[in-house]
């Protein structure tokens, strides 16, 4: 099982970001996908969530309205649209897969937001 999140780096606050995140090594449609960021200094806290089938999302009220989460089940790939970031996302963005009862993390992209 692997993940590969990628896309991080420094964005200007009010612009715009995409992050991706690779999987492979399971049945990607099948999975629940999750993005989880951790700040320096704070614990890991939980970003947005995308369902198996249907699709359904849910995000932390601190990115609702600014961030989109979304799965691309062809290319086994799941994406996080950054847009309008402050400085409070600066994070290192880590993304979960949940398949069952197991749960396979990548090692995570940084993002920076600054002027």
């Known amino acids: 099982v692997q993940l590969v999140e990628s896309g991080g780096g420094l964005v200007q606050p009010g612009g715009s970001l995409r992050l991706s995140c690779a999987a492979s090594?399971?049945?990607?449609?099948?999975?629940?996908m999750t993005w989880y960021r951790q700040a320096p200094g704070k614990e890991r806290e939980w970003v947005a969530t995308?369902?198996?089938?249907?699709?359904?999302?849910k995000y932390a009220d601190s990115v609702k309205g600014r961030f989109t989460i979304s799965r691309d089940n062809a290319k086994n790939t799941v994406y996080l649209q950054m847009n309008s970031p402050k400085p409070e996302d600066t994070a290192v963005y880590y993304c979960?897969?949940?398949?069952?009862?197991?749960?396979?993390w990548g090692k995570g992209t940084l993002v920076t937001v600054s002027s």
């Open positions: 979960k897969a949940s398949v069952g009862f197991m749960d396979y």
């Open positions: 090594g399971f049945t990607f449609s099948s999975a629940v």
């Open positions: 995308i369902s198996s089938r249907t699709g359904n999302t």
